[in-house]
């Protein structure tokens, strides 16, 4: 199991990758398939899962193509209703919805960028990176202050998004980040900082901000404060 959410029922669905499936697990303890029509899910790395507040389910299937044949789908009833098409765009695995529900933020698999989805107009762009990860200490910036679009990224794999807009994401060669847009919400005009961690320090060690270590960072969510 990858990604997983819950909707309002307290359903925890969550996507299968190597079975290629997506699963639902009830409150009352049953497990099941959850299909969806006219859609194949099987093959196609399903990656991560959010749901909204009206229980509409977001799929992020990878793809099985390094050049991108990947996409997100948007279900309900297990019934397809809107596809977000990622071919040519590599491979993405992390899926994280805005906290108002207006946006679709993706995190690659080593593509050196953020993409961001607007489910209102499904315009699609990259909002943060090179495109190139970084590969080694040297590499790893957050780049300029305003211009996220210089700052090196490698891959995410827990991404959450605080009620003024501001994302935090975990990346596996050990730090934790912070995206804060810029005037008036703007991610393009937004910065990176790293608030947890050293880059290619990978280890267990407690510590205030980065004199902390952590070893592949994975999953996050908020506490209650």
Known sequence: PWGADIDSKGTLYFAAKAVGKLLAYASDGTLSEYAVSDLTITGMNPMDVQIDSEDNIYLLLRGNDAAGNGKVVKISGGELLETYDLTGM???ETLLLSHDETRLFLFGNGTGNIRMIDLATGENTVIAGTGTKYTDASTYTDGTPGNPLTATLDSTEGAVCAEDGTIYFSEIKGVVREFRPGPRGDYAAGTITTI?????????????????RFNYPNGMCFAPD
Do not use: H, M
């Open 196 to 212: 947890a961690g050293k880059a290619f320090e990978q280890s267990s060690q407690d510590g205030l901000s980065t004199s902390a």
């Open 90 to 92: 590599k491979l993405y």
